[in-house]
């Protein structure tokens, strides 16, 4: 039950979000956006370092010095994956002007879907290598560790939901449409952490770099997409205090609960 609640927690926050569409008016103004987007940039982080990094290194002790080695080499690991995804999926950031990855005849719709789906690829297999870890039994991870990162993530996930309905109201689309595609784009974090948590044996002997993997790829994401694009134009300085925020409740979460 625990492990279904915290699959299903950021898929939840994800179709909240873009619930939204039903209750606002118009798209989302710079100063809201960016705040969201540096509040969510600023959860991934902390989830990277306090729910991944840290108990991957802490079941690398045993390494002594070099402890911190299948984390680094998952961290390396997860960035080249995400940045191979980028190249190959075409995507079209709601700020871009232009779409990125191979040319195709794609709506511009889809492309601003498959670009969230971008983001939340790597929230996904975060939470199945934590519920992974849980499940074996030979590691720290305890079940309230998983809660709290699926949780974490579920928070951020609500803005991430909001960007996507939004912005595709305000270019015509029916609130019900709108809907429907914010609430896809989180279809992905489930899949993934459930796929992930079946290969829970598989993974057992290798956990310190499947965490680090979800981490580096967590942190291509903040760096290639969140970042970037709660900079762009003016209150970019309301996406930093934002990201501050974010960050410090993950690691409130993380330390108080996990």
Not at 124 to 133: D, I, L, N, R, T
Not at 167 to 193: C, I, T
Request: charged residues 10%.
């Amino acid at each position: 039950m625990e492990i279904m609640c915290s699959v299903l927690l950021p898929f939840l926050g994800t179709s909240m979000g873009a619930a939204c569409v039903f209750f606002m008016r118009g798209d989302m103004s710079h100063r809201v956006r960016h705040g969201l987007l540096g509040f969510a940039a600023g959860v991934m982080t902390a989830a990277s370092v306090w729910s991944l990094l840290i108990p991957a290194m802490d079941q690398s002790e045993k390494m002594g010095r070099w402890a911190f080695l299948p984390a680094g080499m998952g961290v390396w690991l997860g960035v080249l994956f995400l940045l191979l995804l980028d190249h190959v999926i075409p995507h079209l950031h709601h700020e871009g002007e232009e779409a990125e990855g191979p040319a195709v005849g794609l709506p511009k719709t889809a492309m601003m879907v498959l670009a969230v789906i971008l983001h939340n690829i790597p929230e996904g297999m975060a939470v199945g290598v934590v519920c992974a870890g849980w499940l074996t039994g030979q590691s720290d991870i305890s079940m309230m560790a998983v809660i709290v990162l699926a949780l974490g993530i579920a928070i951020q996930n609500f803005p991430e939901g909001a960007i996507i309905s939004m912005p595709l109201r305000a270019e015509g689309a029916s609130k019900g449409r709108a809907f429907a595609w914010g609430v896809l784009s989180g279809v992905v974090e489930p899949l993934g952490a459930v796929l992930t948590i079946c290969m829970a044996e598989l993974f057992t002997p290798v956990l310190p770099y499947l965490l680090g993997f979800a981490a580096g790829a967590m942190l291509y994401v903040v760096v290639e997409d969140l970042i970037p694009e709660m900079s762009v134009g003016k209150h970019s300085n309301i996406g930093t205090i934002c990201f501050a925020a974010g960050f410090t409740i993950m690691m409130a979460l993380d330390v108080a609960l996990g």
